[in-house]
């Protein structure tokens, strides 16, 4: 699938790069992170993530991809991305289709229209869903495909003007937090980083480590963000503990910290962050 769906892009779409393929959700997630791709390609039905769970992660970041599915579900699950933010291809892949949604794309990535809303996304997926994989499950049969693409004209920006953003509320200050048996209140001076795993958010401190149970996204909103940089999708560190980076041998942006070993990659969406440093 992956290299029919691969092949057939290049002869519709000559001048697009692929930059990755992935077999499963989280090696999808982790690619897209990596490669920051301007369109995505993403098998409804693969094993670990399914493709609307991963749709549904991007949907959340600050830079969000363009998501085509390819899906072999008929017509009862078209008539929902006819009016959506997304695409959709259906399996075997149509040549005449797939001409039509690289038009699409081609038009949304040189056009100055902002993205499209998130909560029009995520209504979509929650539709889905529950239409096409009951509980939100990967089906079992199968192997999906999710392909990252690149293409050298990046959306303009402009579009329309925006509306007057809303009152900001103060940053965090202090974090509840789990520490072992105990339940701690954390300055917020004390973090060193944050790190997403799965259903909980570590505390990185000089200490040690605590877990909370907001979820990165939301932690993000609430914190300054002069003072905390997200670096990937699943890291936030605090500015003051930042050292440098260095480039490892794979060719990805490495934050060194200050007094610690470990070493944070940097995804390319956040590469900018470090272009003076």
Do not use: C
Not at 141 to 151: E, L, P, R, T, Y
Not at 160 to 187: C, D, K, N
Not at 206 to 229: C, H, M, V, Y
């Amino acid at each position: 699938m992956l290299d029919y769906l691969a092949s057939q892009l290049a002869g519709v779409w000559p001048e697009l790069k692929v930059v990755a393929k992935a077999a499963n959700g989280l090696d999808a997630l982790r690619l897209i992170d990596e490669e920051a791709p301007d369109v995505v390609f993403l098998d409804i039905s693969m094993p670990g993530l399914s493709g609307l769970d991963v749709a549904a992660r991007l949907a959340a970041g600050a830079r969000p991809p363009r998501v085509v599915f390819v899906t072999a579900h008929d017509q009862y699950a078209v008539d929902a991305f006819e009016h959506a933010a997304v695409d959709y291809l259906l399996k075997p892949v149509n040549l005449e289709r797939l001409g039509k949604t690289v038009a699409k794309l081609k038009a949304t990535l040189g056009a100055p229209a902002a993205a499209p809303a998130i909560d029009v996304v995520r209504a979509l997926l929650a539709q889905l869903s529950a239409q096409l994989l009951p509980g939100g499950a990967a089906g079992a049969a199968g192997v999906g495909a999710g392909v990252g693409m690149s293409v050298g004209a990046a959306a303009a920006a402009g579009g329309t003007q925006p509306s007057a953003p809303a009152p900001v509320a103060a940053p965090l200050q202090w974090i509840r937090a789990a520490h072992g048996e105990e339940t701690r209140l954390i300055p917020i001076e004390e973090v060193i980083y944050f790190q997403s795993n799965d259903k909980y958010t570590s505390v990185f401190l000089a200490g040690g480590e605590s877990l909370i149970r907001t979820p990165l996204r939301q932690l993000r909103e609430q914190l300054d963000e002069t003072n905390f940089w997200q670096i990937h999708r699943s890291v936030i560190v605090a500015a003051r503990h930042v050292a440098g980076t260095k480039t490892d041998f794979r060719g990805r942006l490495m934050v060194q910290l200050k007094g610690r070993p470990e070493q944070l990659v940097v995804s390319r969406n956040y590469v900018d962050l470090f272009r003076q440093m």
